[in-house]
């Protein structure tokens, strides 16, 4: 009964079509993410898997222990950069050239631009340059103490238990951290969310017409008057729908994970999340968040997917089904700058925010109870998995006892 129910969604031209669109479309994200940009010595740019693998050679240079000597180093070296004719000129290929020996330090760079800034929010891509080598010491405190005055000047937004979380994760992060070529992670967590989102929204339209097709078909009285059919037609119906997002979801990701990773390296997978988030309060290393990204993105997948079921099978409509799974992932952008804390706590907790945690890395989304803090990443999973847990025999027992007009 479940290779039936699976042949009906994938034998009909839509679903057959729906394959169709969600390959093209991983391969064209995966195609984006291996786009990867790397300028000679001659000054001239190239892209795509090759240029990936001679910026990693470069790169790897900088590879070690972010300390105080590297620090030094990095600093000294990005003067005497600056101080070259090239980096002088006003010729666009001889600053090419320039460029070419920073980009062997761009993530050193990035950290230090951050950790140096003039406060907690600013960003400038060129602070490195009045950074001095004697100013080396300041760097892992200088991230605490950004933090510690944008907390002060903002006493309102968080709960002075809030604050001491947030500093004390801060200060937990293990120093001094290391640093690698990171590229092939840094794609991963940018185009991830595409990939789920699209695999989710693809996904939830082929079990849309799990329950409803029946309906459709008019043919309701004759499924449910057969000796199975309120019984293990049901359950094949949602085990159908469950495999599917599963199968579906981890086919789409680890093909996209596999070449994106495979292509460009998977080099700083041991590195701190920090590298490239370096706002993040979460102790995670790049690969553990890369984990936790897949583990959310089916976890989501799945979650909207029975909800998608479950709509399916109140309402018999099939568009009805199909358009909820967009609602719940788009509307929530609407009201992403909204100033009220409340209304921020909530969009913090949507099923969307499963299907881009590398975002949620980023966000301070915290939530008190007594004295207790906690980020949304680990609520999260708390608050849908039990989720999922319960819509299934929730799902089964309101189809089986579906009564017919």
Same mark, same amino acid.
């Given at each position: 009964m479940l290779k039936f129910e699976l042949q009906k969604i994938l034998g009909r031209p839509s679903g057959k079509a729906a394959l169709v669109v969600l390959a093209a479309a991983i391969l064209l994200t995966t195609f984006f993410a291996c786009n990867v940009r790397y300028v000679d010595q001659a000054g001239q740019t190239h892209t795509g898997p090759a240029a990936?693998?001679?910026?990693?050679q470069q790169q790897k240079t900088w590879a070690g222990v972010l300390d105080e000597a590297m620090l030094r180093q990095v600093l000294l070296t990005n003067q005497e950069v600056q101080a070259s004719p090239e980096a002088q000129s006003e010729d666009v290929t001889r600053q090419n050239m320039a460029y070419h020996q920073m980009q062997a330090y761009?993530?050193?760079?990035d950290l230090i631009n951050q950790a140096y800034a003039s406060d907690f929010q600013t960003y400038d891509y060129f602070t490195i340059d009045t950074v001095t080598p004697d100013q080396a010491p300041?760097?892992?405190p200088n991230r605490v103490r950004l933090l510690q005055d944008w907390l002060a000047e903002n006493p309102d937004r968080f709960s002075p238990a809030q604050a001491d979380y947030l500093t004390a994760q801060y200060q937990a992060l293990e120093a001094p951290f290391s640093v690698d070529y990171v590229t092939g992670w840094q794609q991963f967590y940018d185009y991830a969310p595409t990939v789920s989102m699209l695999t989710c929204l693809i996904a939830c339209f082929l079990v849309a017409g799990i329950f409803s097709q029946e309906g459709t078909?008019? #043919?309701?009285? =004759? +499924?449910f008057a057969t000796r199975h059919g309120r019984g293990r037609g049901t359950g094949a119906k949602i085990g159908a729908g469950l495999l599917l997002l599963t199968l579906l979801y981890w086919? #789409?990701?680890? =093909? +996209?994970?596999?070449?994106?990773?495979?292509l460009l390296g998977a080099d700083g997978g041991s590195c701190p999340v920090q590298v490239i988030h370096w706002k993040s309060f979460y102790s995670l290393t790049l690969a553990q968040g890369g984990l936790l990204i897949a583990l959310g993105g089916w976890l989501g997948t799945v979650v909207l997917g029975l909800i998608t079921m479950a709509v399916s099978a109140k309402t018999g409509s099939v568009a009805l089904a199909a358009i909820l799974p967009f609602a719940l992932l788009f509307l929530p952008a609407l009201l992403l700058n909204s100033e009220h804390a409340l209304v921020s706590q909530i969009l913090g907790l949507l099923p969307d925010q499963l299907l881009?945690?590398?975002?949620v890395f980023t966000y301070f989304n915290l939530y008190q109870a007594g004295d207790a803090v906690a980020g949304a990443c680990p609520l999260l999973f708390a608050l849908y998995v039990p989720l999922a847990l319960v819509l299934i025999p929730l799902l089964y027992q309101?189809?089986?006892r579906k009564s017919l007009r």
């Open positions: 990936a693998r001679q910026l990693r761009e993530v050193l760079r300041a760097f892992y078909l008019r #043919a309701e009285a =004759v +499924f086919w #789409a990701f680890l =093909v +996209f994970a596999g070449l994106t990773l495979g881009q945690l590398n975002r309101s189809y089986r």
